[in-house]
């Protein structure tokens, strides 16, 4: 069964730029997550996207947006990148469900703004 | 809003021994999970143990187990007879019953020495 996969691995942009990144989540699983981290903020929540609707949201600016498809897989994207958005961006899928309580974390998307 | 707390940035431990990572949390809700990712140094966060709050029962995986005290908010990760592939960084995590989301903390740095 395959894992979490995430495109692009790497990405470099520059201020400004808008990005977008890709996950697919595993094969059943309805629910994707994403999650910054960076080493002085650590790992914070942006947003949980299930059967296609948002469903939780952490506390990101408006910059900061995303998407699910129908067949579960999501996109992340970021307008007017600033230095700041500098991390691994990773997202993790899961069944979804009130008492699924495991996620599974795709490899990170290293993000770099110059 | 709920906080997870890791007091220890950096710990080390010898081969074959035994060493305790500590995590405490704040919250008001009566129904949660706690859990403990690992993430190595290839970046893929793998989750090493789950507590469900209802169960008094503490968690054990293999060589892994946890401390899990509810009154003192307080769920500390054993890992027996050390391995060099232990080595990574630890991550305590909570996730609420109501809602999806996991709030991390922000990790120790566990290097297992030959």
């Known amino acids: 069964k395959a894992g979490v996969t995430q495109t692009p691995r790497y990405l470099i942009k520059t201020r400004g730029q808008q990005v977008t990144l890709s996950c697919s989540p595993i094969?059943?699983?309805?629910?994707v997550s994403w999650y910054q981290q960076t080493p002085g903020q650590g790992l914070q929540f942006l947003f949980e996207?299930?059967?296609?609707?948002?469903?939780n949201k952490g506390n990101f600016p408006g910059r900061f947006s995303g998407r699910q498809f129908s067949n579960s897989r999501s996109e992340m994207n970021v307008s007017t990148l600033e230095l700041g958005d500098s991390a691994l961006y990773l997202c993790?899928?899961?069944?979804?469900?009130?008492?699924?309580?495991?996620?599974?974390f795709g490899p990170g998307t290293r993000l770099t703004v110059l | 809003a709920q906080t997870v707390t890791q007091s220890q940035p950096e710990m080390s431990v010898q081969e074959a021994e035994t060493v305790t990572l500590s995590c405490t949390y704040d919250?008001?809700?009566?129904?949660?999970?706690l859990f403990w990712y690992k993430q190595p140094p290839s970046r893929q966060m793998i989750l090493v143990i789950r507590?469900?709050?209802?169960?008094?029962q503490n968690a054990t995986e293999n060589r892994f187990s946890v401390n899990f005290q509810k009154a003192a908010k307080s769920f500390s990760l054993k890992i027996s007879d050390s391995q060099l592939g232990d080595t990574a960084m630890y991550f305590c995590?909570?996730?609420?019953?109501?809602?999806?989301?996991?709030?991390f903390g922000k990790g120790t740095l566990l290097t297992v020495n030959p």
């Open positions: 996207y299930f059967s296609e609707t948002q469903r």
């Open positions: 993790a899928s899961s069944f979804g469900g009130a008492n699924d309580n495991e996620q599974f």
């Open positions: 919250t008001s809700e009566s129904n949660y999970y």
């Open positions: 995590a909570f996730r609420g019953g109501s809602n999806y989301k996991l709030t």
């Open positions: 507590q469900e709050a209802y169960k008094q």
């Open positions: 094969s059943g699983h309805r629910s």
